[in-house]
């Protein structure tokens, strides 16, 4: 400690304590009380911003350092691609876009019978990191699985050809999954819903479920789609990849919840509660295709069901769940007709005079949405401040 100033001893008022000795009437600290407060607050204070300096530099070079190697790691992205003509430039500039550049973009083109194989070649040609491969129309899911059996990286991120990327997505999660428990084997991130002109249609807030997911993800898929989630390929390929035997039963659309159901099953999740994924719906899109979705949610839900009986009640709700979300999302759409499927689903085993009733509800649903005044759009244009690929 630093010695008091001489003319402090003067005129300060001295603390007495005893000394060695035991006698209380010699000064034991021949210091100004004030001078010994100021002096030892002094110290520890250099000593707690020294401490503080070399902590704050030690994570800063730990932080550079991590920084430096998931820059290093290596992302396999898997851009399942038919007739996609329309919206494939779209986003295949989203994901050029990342801010994580150690990419490897595997397009797989489905057989497409439009120009989405010319379109594919011409932004391999403006970006190296872009293959492109092509296969003969086997579904969604083969051309997943394809391009997971082409893919080097140890880190699977597939995204539709007709969605969008926030270009920090694969970053934020990449750095979860690295910085997270061991256990972790997939992040997943919100969605927005876009039209066919890349407006935001919906952006509703989205769940938050991570750790051990697997009676949350029973419920319905909260993961949201296929161009949401950041994977560890050696888990997709212990769970076998897609389901492609959905397509054969005429029943495509939740070979993503199927999977991420498998995958729940062997490790972890974790979540980015961010809007990163712009997800296009459409009437030409499959989601649009009510019937099919609702008898593929069904099968894998039944499949579930036949693993885990113990999770019966949060299927049913789940079923229950979807239906009714679908229905809002058709009269919101303003298809009649696929309510009216949806509905008889949902009603299949209610008595016939509720079912009148639940009709005549969803007829007032429906008439009341069609009259009101149609909502504008506030959202903008989903990733409207990017700049478009140069030209070759």
């Known amino acids: 400690m630093r010695e008091p100033c001489p003319a402090c001893l003067c005129s ?227 769970a076998g990849g897609f389901d492609e035997s959905l397509r054969t039963r005429k029943a495509q659309g939740c070979e993503d919840w199927q999977l991420y159901l498998d995958l729940a099953e062997r490790s972890l999740f974790a979540v980015i509660p961010d809007f990163l994924v712009g997800y296009r719906y459409t009437q030409q899109a499959m989601s649009g295709d009510v019937s099919q979705m609702v008898r593929s949610y069904m099968l894998v839900s039944e499949a579930l069901e036949g693993k885990h009986p113990s999770l019966r009640e949060e299927i049913a709700w789940g079923l229950h769940e979807y239906l009714e979300w679908m229905i809002y999302r058709e009269i919101r759409q303003g298809n009649w007709q696929n309510c009216q499927t949806l509905a008889r689903v949902r009603d299949r085993k209610v008595p016939n005079w509720r079912r009148l009733v639940r009709k005549g509800r969803l007829t007032a649903r429906y008439v009341r949405r069609r009259l009101s005044v149609a909502e504008v759009t506030t959202y903008g244009a989903y990733l409207a401040e990017l700049e478009p690929l140069g030209s070759e």
């Open 12 to 238: 300060a008022t001295y603390f007495a304590g005893p000394n060695v000795s035991g006698r209380r009437d010699e000064v034991f600290f021949r210091r100004p009380l004030m001078d010994l407060w100021n002096s030892n607050i002094r110290d520890v204070w250099e000593l707690l911003v020294e401490t503080l300096g070399t902590v704050h530099l030690a994570r800063s070079c730990a932080r550079n350092l991590g920084e430096t190697a998931m820059d290093k790691v290596l992302v396999s992205v898997v851009v399942p691609a038919y007739n996609a003509a329309a919206t494939l430039c779209d986003t295949l500039r989203s994901v050029c876009a990342q801010t994580h550049r150690n990419l490897e973009i595997i397009v797989v083109d489905d057989g497409s019978r439009d120009d989405t194989m010319a379109i594919g070649q011409a932004e391999a040609r403006r970006d190296e990191r872009i293959k492109i491969v092509s296969q003969v129309n086997g579904g969604v899911a083969a051309a997943r699985n394809h391009g997971i059996s082409l893919a080097s990286a140890d880190y699977i991120a597939p995204i539709d050809a007709d969605d969008l990327w926030h270009p920090t997505k694969i970053e934020r999660q990449l750095r979860a999954m690295l910085s997270g428990a061991p256990q972790i084997g997939l992040v997943y991130c919100w969605s927005a819903i876009i039209d066919e002109h890349n407006r935001i249609t919906d952006r509703a807030h989205g769940t938050s479920h991570d750790g051990d997911v697997l009676r949350s993800l029973a419920c319905g898929n909260f993961v949201g789609n296929g161009s949401s989630a950041l994977m560890r390929r050696d888990l997709v390929i212990e």
